[in-house]
């Protein structure tokens, strides 16, 4: 069974970090593409960040550009998001996705998420 | 960045309608197009990918088509299990982007 579980999430101040890791299992992990989406309370979806199966391409949305950092470890089946000068808006809850292709394009699984509370 | 705005944001239905929701892009996006279903507390899943082809497991009464701005979601006899939010993204033009979502409420 493909499955994807966040941890790291929790309460951080404004302007600190924080880091986000993905488990994966069930499938090659090394194969794939991943992804983070995050959900802000009672909104709507926001992809955050994409990389590629070999860590190759990377993508960031306009929001996070410059203060996230999307990485991976194909050897532990892991996905991480460093999340640097985080900031009120960033509160969400976290996804980790899996693409169907070695290059990000739409996500056919997903984790449950991991919540991030951004406050002082 | 492209935007894509579903219509309506909102729909009431009853069990066995025939809904549709549209997606429009900003610009074009040729079928570079997926649509998802969350219910409240769950994960989203994938229903439709690259505009019209139906992921596995997902029933046949979904179908997706469209190309270019203009991308459709119907469900052709609603069942309670789809009462939920519906999203569109696209993948043809970096960063990625969401619709804002449709939510589906029973009558």
């Known amino acids: 069974e493909v499955q994807l579980v966040e941890s790291g999430g929790g309460l951080v101040q404004p302007g600190r970090s924080l880091r986000l890791s993905c488990a994966a299992s069930g499938f090659t992990f090394g194969d794939y593409a991943m992804h983070w989406v995050r959900q802000a309370p009672g909104k709507g979806l926001e992809w955050v960040s994409g990389?590629?199966?070999?860590?190759?391409?990377?993508g960031y949305a306009d929001s996070v550009e410059g203060r996230f950092t999307i990485s991976r470890d194909n050897a532990k089946n892991s996905l991480y998001l460093q999340m640097n000068s985080l900031r009120v808006e960033d509160t969400a809850l976290y996804y980790c996705?899996?693409?169907?292709?070695?290059?990000?394009?739409?996500?056919?699984?997903w984790g449950r998420g991991a919540t991030v509370t951004v406050s002082s | 960045a492209i935007q894509l705005t579903q219509s309506p944001s909102s729909l009431s239905a009853s069990v066995g309608d025939r809904v549709s929701i549209t997606c429009r892009a900003s610009q074009g996006v040729s079928r570079a197009l997926t649509w998802y279903q969350q219910k409240p507390g769950k994960a989203p899943r994938l229903l439709i990918y690259d505009a019209s082809s139906l992921e596995s497991g997902v029933p046949s009464r979904f179908s997706g088509s469209g190309s270019g701005t203009h991308f459709t979601l119907t469900i052709s006899s609603l069942q309670p299990e789809d009462f939920a939010t519906y999203y569109c993204?696209?993948?043809?033009?970096?960063?990625?982007?969401f619709g804002q979502g449709t939510r589906l409420e029973i009558k």
């Open positions: 996705a899996k693409d169907r292709s070695p290059y990000y394009y739409y996500m056919d699984v």
């Open positions: 993204q696209q993948f043809n033009t970096y960063p990625i982007t």
């Open positions: 990389i590629s199966w070999s860590s190759g391409t990377t």
